[in-house]
């Protein structure tokens, strides 16, 4: 049975960091795509980052100077370091995975993943 589960959210003051994990359990992580995504109250589920089962990472572009996403198949764990923090990052994140090598140019779309966490929130105060 395949799990995600998200750490690492909490609140802090704008500027600061968090880095959050999400432990996977059921499957090897060295095989699946692994994303994160993230949702605020009244919007639609956006995606982050995104690594491939080889670690090869992928990012939003707007995001791309202030979030990297990570993977350690040895510990079966995705991580995402978030640096500089503004209130407009108040989310639930979410961790997700779909069986194949490569996350692929639809790595964004919520709808081509087939497991998902929780979610862990984050919340951003200025």
């Known amino acids: 049975q395949v799990q995600l589960v998200e750490f690492g959210g909490g609140s802090v003051q704008a500027g600061g960091s968090l880095r959050l994990s999400c432990g996977a359990s059921g499957y090897p992580s060295s095989r699946y795509c692994m994303s994160w995504f993230r949702q605020a109250p009244g919007q639609e589920r956006e995606g982050v980052a995104a690594v491939d089962s080889d670690g090869t990472a992928r990012r939003i572009d707007s995001m791309r100077a202030r979030f990297t996403s990570s993977k350690d198949n040895s510990k079966n764990t995705l991580y995402l370091q978030m640096i500089r923090l503004k209130p407009e990052d108040t989310a639930m994140y979410y961790c997700?995975?779909?069986?194949?090598?490569?996350?692929?140019?639809?790595?964004?779309?919520?709808?081509?993943?087939?497991?998902w966490g929780q979610g862990t929130q984050v919340t951003v105060s200025s």
């Open positions: 997700a995975a779909v069986l194949r090598q490569s996350c692929g140019s639809d790595w964004d779309r919520a709808d081509e993943y087939t497991y």
